[in-house]
C-alpha cells in the first residue's frame, strides 16, 4: 500500500471536504463525545456537512457538548451511549435506524486509561480497560455493521494511540514518556489494532460489506483529560486524522494503522 498521507499527498488536499462517494447529509457517529477528541472530531465532520450524533455515557454532558458546538454554528445530536452496555448500543442504533437507515461513519473514540505501571496493575483494573476500549468497540461495530452495510461509502475510525505501537515502545521512541506507565491502555490499543487488521481482512471476503473501509488513527501527544492537558499538540490537530480517515476516497487504504504523517509502524 502506499503511503498518502504525506503532506504533498492528493488525498490531504481532497480531505477538507467529505468524501465525494456520500450521499447528502451523511451520518457520523463518535462514541466519547462530550469532551477532548471526540467533541472535536464531532465539531469538524459537522463542518464538512455531516450529521453528527454525538455519543456520550452521561447524557446531561452529552447535550453540554452539543449545545456547546451549536454556538459555533454546528449542530450535532446528543444521546446517551455507553459502549460497554450492550443495551445502550442497541438502543442509539435503533434509533440510527429509524431516523436515517443507514450509518456512514462510526468513530470508535471512546476509551480509558489507567495510570499504573505493569508491576502494579491488576487483572481487575486490565478488564475494566478492556471492556471499554477493545470490548466496546467490538460491540459498536457488530451492533452497527448493518447500518453501515447500507452506506454508499461506509467508514470505520479506531481510535488508537501511539503507545500501542510494539515497534516504537519496545524502542523507546513513544510519544509523552508515559507508555510504560499505562500497560493496561497500551495493551488494549495494541488489541484494538489487532481489531483493525482483522475486520479489514474480513469486510475484503465478504461481498455485502466489502465496500466497508477500516483504520486505525492515532492523534499523537494531545492535550487532553487523558493525558492530564501535558499533550503538545491541540485537540484540533489531533482530531485531523480521524476526520481525514473518516472521509477516505474510495481508493484510500483500509486494514492500516495512521498518524499526520503516513503508516505507523505495528
Known amino acids: ?50 450529521t453528527v450524533v454525538l455519543g456520550s455515557r452521561d447524557a446531561e454532558r452529552g447535550q453540554a457538548a452539543a449545545d456547546e458546538l451549536a454556538e459555533g454554528g454546528v449542530r450535532p445530536l446528543p444521546v446517551r451511549l455507553d459502549v460497554a452496555d450492550t443495551g445502550s448500543v442497541q438502543e442509539v442504533a435503533e434509533r440510527l435506524e429509524g431516523a436515517y437507515g443507514r450509518l456512514d461513519v462510526l468513530v470508535n473514540n471512546a476509551g480509558t486509561v489507567v495510570d499504573r505501571s505493569a508491576e502494579r496493575t491488576t487483572a481487575i483494573e486490565m478488564r475494566r480497560t478492556y471492556e471499554v476500549n477493545v470490548f466496546g468497540a467490538v460491540t459498536m461495530i457488530q451492533t ?37 506507565m499505562r500497560m493496561a491502555y497500551s495493551s488494549s490499543k495494541a488489541a484494538l489494532n489487532m481489531l483493525t487488521v482483522q475486520y479489514a481482512m474480513a469486510f475484503r471476503g465478504n461481498d455485502a460489506l466489502s465496500h466497508i473501509k477500516i483504520n486505525s488513527a492515532t492523534p499523537g501527544y494531545t492535550a487532553t483529560d487523558m493525558t492530564g492537558h501535558r499533550g503538545t499538540r491541540t485537540v484540533a490537530e489531533g482530531a485531523r486524522i480521524i476526520v481525514d480517515l473518516a472521509t477516505l476516497p474510495g481508493d484510500g487504504p483500509t486494514g492500516g494503522f495512521f498518524n499526520d504523517n503516513g503508516a505507523v509502524p505495528w
Open 1 to 50: 500500500m502506499a503511503v498518502w498521507l504525506g503532506p504533498d499527498d492528493r488525498f490531504r488536499a481532497e480531505r477538507r471536504g467529505r468524501c465525494p462517494e456520500l450521499t447528502e447529509d451523511p451520518v457520523a457517529l463518535v462514541t466519547g463525545a462530550n469532551k477532548g477528541l471526540g467533541k472535536e472530531t464531532a465539531r469538524q465532520l459537522a463542518a464538512r456537512g455531516f
Open 144 to 180: 452497527m455493521l448493518p447500518l453501515l452495510g447500507r452506506s454508499r461509502a461506509p467508514r470505520i475510525v479506531n481510535v488508537s494511540s501511539t503507545t500501542a505501537s510494539m515497534t516504537l515502545t519496545s524502542g523507546g521512541t513513544y510519544f509523552g514518556g508515559d507508555a510504560g
